[in-house]
T-cell receptor
Framework: DAKTTQPNSMESNEEEPVHLPCNHS???????IHWYRQLPSQGPEYVIHGLTSNVNNRMASLAIAEDRKSSTLILHRATLRDAAVYYC???????????????FGAGTILRVKS | NAGVTQTPKFQVLKTGQSMTLQCAQD?????MSWYRQDPGMGLRLIHY?????ITDQGEVPNGYNVSRSTTEDFPLRLLSAAPSQTSVYFC????WGAGTDTQYFGPGTRLTVL
């Protein structure tokens, strides 16, 4: 019962923007969209999250479709240090459909070329 | 804050042995969870807890036990180790309920079962 769908892998050139897509067609109105990334040989780390509006932080931007059935993580200038697996995860409130379990999909492997 | 700590970092077991992987957090988080990650795959949820005395199963709970006697600690017990349990184990914690809570991951325990 995968709740998000992401491409298996993507490739980017260093210093160029990267757009990582995620489909979540069964999202409910109270589910937040979270993005995490996992650098090689490390535990996952938080990147960004949002509900309805686009969000920006020092690491990335999150663009959320108007119907909330998809979102895109945007790295404005990819560096070699951004090479990682990126996970799109739905996070619900207590008692919501996804609220009691946090499920990581396979994620997207981002390769950055110098 | 030390964040989420896990011990040991590495462990080798023989088939049939039992052991406990330790996880502790000092952020007063209600929610704690255990994941396993097999080579080339995403994280799969083993067990989780939303507070002291409350635990529930994730996607792959068989062969593992957990308990949560304090807010800080969430140990994972392997009852009778099998080669199929060779994996990297991550513990994570967060606040619980709002959907916006960031999960913090430990550095992982790399377990090999011979």
């Amino acid at each position: 019962d995968a709740k998000t769908t992401q491409p298996n892998s993507m490739e980017s050139n260093e210093e160029e923007p990267v757009h990582l897509p995620c489909n979540h067609s069964t999202i409910s109105g109270t589910d937040y969209i979270h993005w995490y990334r996992q650098l090689p040989s490390q535990g996952p780390e938080y990147v960004i999250h949002g509900l309805t509006s686009n969000v920006n932080n020092r690491m990335a931007s999150l663009a959320i479709a108007e119907d909330r059935k998809s979102s895109t993580l945007i790295l404005h200038r990819a560096t070699l240090r951004d090479a990682a697996v990126y996970y799109c995860i739905l996070r619900g409130l207590r008692g919501s459909v996804y609220g009691n379990k946090l499920v990581f999909g396979a994620g997207t492997i981002l390769r950055v070329k110098s | 804050n030390a964040g989420v700590t896990q011990t040991p970092k590495f462990q080798v077991l023989k088939t049939g042995q039992s052991m406990t992987l330790q996880c502790a957090q000092d952020m007063n988080h209600e929610y704690m969870s255990w994941y396993r990650q097999d080579p080339g795959m995403g994280l799969r949820l083993i067990h989780y807890s939303v507070g002291a005395g409350i635990t529930d199963q994730g996607e792959v709970p068989n062969g593992y036990n957990v308990s949560r006697s304090t807010t800080e600690d969430f140990p994972l017990r392997l009852l009778s180790a099998a080669p199929s349990q060779t994996s990297v184990y991550f513990c994570a914690s967060s606040y619980w309920g709002a959907g916006t809570d960031t999960q913090y991951f430990g550095p992982g325990t790399r377990l090999t079962v011979l």
